[in-house]
């Protein structure tokens, strides 16, 4: 399990700004297990990305301010989401790329992962979605069609 130090104080700092000080309830507000929310509160464990966006959606932050990747609190959510898939088919075909091969074959990532993200309409980890929102220079949040603002974050050190 990844633990991340600045995640957690990020994470420890948007909570304790809430006025509800139940953090049962809160965690409930999120829709996130409270076990969940426990081991980011406690331990800064990296929950999956599905539960990443549900904090960031309730904060109003970006995925990149949530992680603590940068201190820009600037976030403009879309107002009709874009599928995942589609955003990432559209920075494919804006760069001249082919097909998922040439993509993963570019990225290191390897098609099969294409295929289930675009089958099963699965999101990839965020590992992967750090390295599609860097080769593309846009924000994770463009890429998971959170936001219409292809603008990337300006990066500050993770030491993690």
Same mark, same amino acid.
């Given at each position: 399990m990844p633990i991340s130090a600045k995640?957690?104080?990020?994470?420890?700092?948007?909570?304790?700004?809430?006025?509800?000080?139940?953090k049962a309830s809160i965690a409930q507000q999120m829709d996130v297990n409270y076990?969940?929310?426990s081991?980011?509160?406690?331990?800064?464990? !990296? #929950?999956? %990305?599905i539960i990443l966006i549900r904090i960031a959606d309730f904060f109003n932050v970006s995925i990149e301010y949530l992680l603590s990747?940068?201190?820009d609190e600037y976030f403009d959510k879309a107002q009709t989401p874009t599928p995942f898939i589609e955003r990432l088919n559209?920075?494919?075909e804006k760069k001249g790329i082919k097909n998922y091969s040439e993509l993963g074959n570019k990225v290191h990532i390897h098609r099969n992962s294409f295929y289930e993200w675009e089958q099963?309409?699965? !999101? #990839?980890? %965020?590992?992967?979605?750090?390295?599609?929102?860097?080769?593309f220079n846009v924000s994770m949040d463009y890429l998971l069609g959170r936001t219409d603002d292809s603008t990337p974050y300006?990066?500050?050190?993770?030491?993690d």
């Open positions: 995640f957690q104080n990020r994470f420890v700092e948007l909570v304790e700004n809430i006025e509800e000080s139940n076990v969940t929310f081991k980011i509160y406690n331990y800064g464990i !990296l #929950p999956r %990305l990747k940068t201190n559209e920075l494919k099963e309409n699965h !999101l #990839p980890s %965020l590992e992967f979605l750090e390295i599609l929102s860097d080769y300006d990066h500050i050190e993770n030491n």
